[in-house]
């Protein structure tokens, strides 16, 4: 998907929206200009609405490792580069859902 405006608000309506339609590819999304609005009742795993997200960057989602509770995963360096996960138990990654693909060369979580 691509923006049509300079300032873009992605919603994420719950992990089975990736599993049960492909990766969203976000072609042109931006650091520090677009936002991603996650629905915390729908990704469950202890997400608040309003409150603040654990995120792990690593080189593939089964690498990374979290304690107990959902958190957000970032592919940094891996074969999927850029995609972002969803491990909604917490512990390895290696059962998390690819829930976007976000334009490569950004740096997740600033």
Avoid: E
């Amino acid at each position: 998907m691509a923006s049509v405006r300079a300032t873009d608000l992605w919603r994420c309506n719950g992990p089975a929206h990736g599993a049960a339609r492909g990766v969203d590819r976000l072609t042109d999304f931006a650091t520090r200009t677009d936002k991603l609005q996650i629905d915390a009742a729908a990704f469950g795993g202890g997400l608040v609405a309003g409150g603040s997200v654990d995120l792990a960057h690593a080189g593939s989602a089964g690498a990374a490792s979290h304690g107990p509770g959902g958190y957000f995963i970032f592919d940094n360096s891996g074969a999927d580069k850029g995609t972002l996960y969803w491990d909604a138990n917490g512990g390895s990654g290696s059962d998390a859902i690819a829930i976007a693909m976000l334009s490569t060369g950004i740096i997740a979580g600033r």
